[in-house]
């Protein structure tokens, strides 16, 4: 049996490839959990949460890297965040009944995927790719091939209880085995999604690369984790100007906010926005969990 909630890579020793695996496991029924969520959308957002996951660790930042789809279809949203703390976070919204479509332009009724890197050391980089083909794994080959120039292939597997994702890129070295690419691309394809979802990640890679040499290295541990604060929601409602505080306040004695990533909320009542403007950083602010 699989160990749960972690991401490892690997190398092949003789040949410039290397690898990662991904499983989602409590970290992932612990979104599903809040989000209630099933069908398409369940699959889509387990797919865009392990890419983000292999994401962060093949670009080797400090920082996050989010894969957004905004559009009007019957799903009209997915978000999913990974950072370099192996922390992740995600949400998809749908606002209609989804047929039998699997066309990703025509599901969200959107032509792009964006992604967002955000590295400690510098501004965000954001990349826009093509929402091509039937799955992410499709868009995600547009953005390496264009952007990385990085030979890269990326399988999903997904499922109510699990979220994995296994990841082949080539490296640019010398090459003293030419068909080494080819050969362990051949192997990998021949994955079945339930070997994703059951096998440890050794005997997952014993099985498609036996007679290949790979390092292993050690794993990271993986967790759901939200980064909303008291700081944050506080700083979103100083954003909306005192104008529009002071409208708040006279409409309505309270004001509730509620995380759509993790449920908290966050409850300010008069006294609360009308300190907003006062000046210090002490603001009462209650926060309950639902």
Not at 51 to 66: D, N, Q, R
Not at 187 to 210: G, I, P, Y
Request: net charge negative; proline share 3%.
């Amino acid at each position: 049996m699989k160990e749960p909630d972690q991401l490892k890579r690997f190398l092949f020793t003789n040949n410039p490839i290397r690898g990662e695996h991904v499983s989602l496991d409590d970290s992932w029924r612990e979104i599903v959990a809040q989000s209630n969520i099933k069908g398409n959308a369940l699959t889509l957002l387990g797919h865009a949460l392990t890419a983000a996951t292999l994401l962060v660790e093949t670009l080797k930042i400090e920082g996050s890297v989010s894969l957004q789809i905004r559009g009007t279809g019957a799903i009209h949203l997915l978000l999913a965040e990974a950072t370099s703390s192996h922390t992740i976070r995600g949400i998809v919204r749908q606002s209609r009944e989804l047929g039998e479509e699997t066309n990703l332009q025509k599901i969200f009724e959107s032509n792009k995927l964006v992604i967002t890197i955000k590295n400690k050391t510098g501004p965000p980089h954001q990349g826009i790719v093509p929402l091509d083909g039937d799955s992410i794994s499709d868009a995600l080959q547009a953005y390496f091939n264009q952007s990385e120039q990085l030979p890269t292939r990326i399988w999903f597997a997904c499922d109510e209880t699990s979220a994995t994702g296994f990841l082949l890129q080539k490296l640019p070295a010398e090459e003293n085995d030419k068909d080494a690419w080819n050969r362990i691309l051949h192997l990998a394809e021949t994955t079945q999604k339930s070997e994703l979802l059951e096998l440890k990640v050794e005997t997952l890679l014993h099985r498609l690369f036996h007679e290949e040499t790979l390092e292993v290295f050690t794993p990271n541990p993986i967790k759901f984790s939200c980064t909303c604060s008291q700081q944050r929601t506080r700083d979103m409602l100083v954003s909306l100007g005192k104008t529009e505080i002071d409208s708040l306040i006279e409409e309505q004695n309270e004001v509730s906010i509620t995380c759509e990533f993790c449920n908290a909320n966050y409850t300010f009542d008069r006294v609360d926005l009308e300190q907003l403007f006062i000046g210090g950083d002490s603001l009462p602010l209650s926060k309950t969990q639902h």
